[in-house]
């Protein structure tokens, strides 16, 4: 797991989680991607961070 911010796990493996405030808490999960920030959270599979970018033209425009 690579981590930044308050971040527990339990038979976790191969995260990136990173926390800018709350804790997160990663529980028998892999290959995940986990990221807070102060109005949104994403959670993604490693293989599908390429279409984050589609996910953000579905946002509402005082989010971005």
Do not use: F, M, W, Y
Not at 1 to 29: M, P, Y
């Amino acid at each position: 797991n690579t981590v930044r911010g308050k971040i527990v796990a339990c038979d976790a493996q191969n995260n990136i989680a990173v926390s800018n405030g709350r804790l997160i808490a990663l529980c028998g999960v892999k290959d995940l991607v986990v990221v807070e920030t102060a109005d949104a959270i994403l959670v993604c599979h490693r293989d599908a961070v390429q279409d984050i970018k589609r996910l953000t033209q579905q946002l509402p425009k005082e989010l971005l």
